[in-house]
């Protein structure tokens, strides 16, 4: 049993196995392939030691004649939800097998948490064998469904992700596909749907000198480039900004050296040309100094974020590109950078937004809500069957929800069950907040223009007065605003997700524009 070694390891902690000694001389480091494979916590009445692998994991271990359970009792503890533990040459194809905890078998959609349980789990524990296994240099894993593909194929792709373009030392490159499962569909849609939410964090996390408006909207369009079939791009300039008569957009630009970027993109994926688009519509602040309301310097750099919005609605466009979707959607992206200088706009200053409506800007740090007025004016024009904004827009989201779940504030049952809907589905969840008259009076009430962008009692339900406020721009009757602040980044909330900026919530915007194209 000796030439066996085993490693445990939690989600968080992963050490470095220091006395790894045995031989597997036929195998270069540089290419040994690894395994994970799941197994399920025991049912209650069950006695200690109770094994409940998965199918690929028995498959596995029948054809060892039993070894891997057998290594599995001696190792340990059972394993709980989340957790690993790596066996070593037990196999001449893997030398490398991750064995990872699924949690209760049968978890299913959890009614107080508001995601599905057995997905969230297949996440977490699929990741957590990857990430093992990544750090030990294996470059090629095979892994296993645990009875739903796609969501072992999101735990995989997001958990392997590590932004490091722009280090020397670079984590292992792993290629991945799925074991002892035919559902290759299942498998590569959790791969577009991860990959998709990489795509925006990768454009989250990037530093704000890399993604500028002009590189922001540069990257789009590569990324769109082999879907050229079904995808128009407009990358408006700042002439035809302002020949929109976008005052609100150009008031926060105008601080910048850097030239603002109207991003426009139409998804024709419905066989039915004339059908109605979705509109996605999101905030693409490439960098929020605050502009004269200066913000503090302390944690200034995560306001490289602040495109946050514009990042998820454009890769869940390429995403629904890449899966094909039978639906069509146009994506918006009012792109710049709000900067103090001696061009800035100044607390006070009125501005005119596309729409006639004069705007007081008493805080030049409440800018999100100024370019997104414009944008879902222009909107509009498309007569969309439905409106989804999304911007990383006040602080007081995050205070409200922490990291939890994006709040959705909307004047549509249906489009709020759709959005919920989706959030089930994909674990990154959202959370209904008000859209009371309460709060209009509070940004209604200007001393000199029609609007102030900022509520009169300040901070007090800073969320809701903004929401308020970006109503005043809509006139549509299916609309949804996603403050998105408070899921801006991850720390260790979210256990697939490794530290820095998340991508949230872009899978939930594809799987609901799936659902909008299946279900009409
Ligand atoms: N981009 C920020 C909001 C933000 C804060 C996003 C933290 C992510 C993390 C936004 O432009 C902003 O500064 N909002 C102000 C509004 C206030 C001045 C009314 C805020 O939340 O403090
Ligand atoms: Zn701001
Ligand atoms: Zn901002």
Sequence with gaps: MTMF?????????????????????????????????????????????????????????????????????????????GKSRVFYGLHKDFPCVAVVGLGKNNAGVCGTENWDTSKENIRQAVSAGCRLLQDLEVSHVEVDSCGDAQSAAEGTVLGLFQYDQLKSKKKTKVTTQLHGSADVVGWEKGVMYGEGQNLARLLMEAPANHITPTAFAKTIEEKLAPHADRVTIHKRPQAWIEEQQMGAFLSVSKGSEEPPVFLELHYNGSPDSKQPPLLLVGKGITFDSGGISLKPSASMDAMRADMGGAATVCASIVTAASLKLPVNIIGLAPLCENMPSGKATKPGDVVRAKNGKTIQVDNTDAEGRLILADALCYGHVFNPRAIVNVATLTGAMDVALGSAAAGVFTNSDWLWEQLHRASVVTGDRVWRMPLFQHYTKQVTDSQLADLNNVGKYSRSGGACTAAAFLREFVKAPHWAHLDIAGVMSNKDEIPYLRKGMSGRPTRTLVEFAAGLAHNG
Excluded at 33 to 47: H, S
């Design 5 to 81: 070694l085993v490693r445990t390891a939690t989600r968080t902690a992963v050490r470095t196995n220091s006395c790894r000694s045995f031989c597997v001389s036929h195998t270069h480091l540089s290419d040994r392939k690894g395994l994970v494979l799941g197994v399920f916590e025991k049912k209650e009445e069950e006695e200690e030691g109770t094994l409940h692998l998965t199918e690929a994991a028995a498959g596995f271990d029948k054809s060892l004649s039993g070894k891997l359970s057998e290594l599995l009792k001696l190792s340990g503890p059972a394993l709980k939800n």
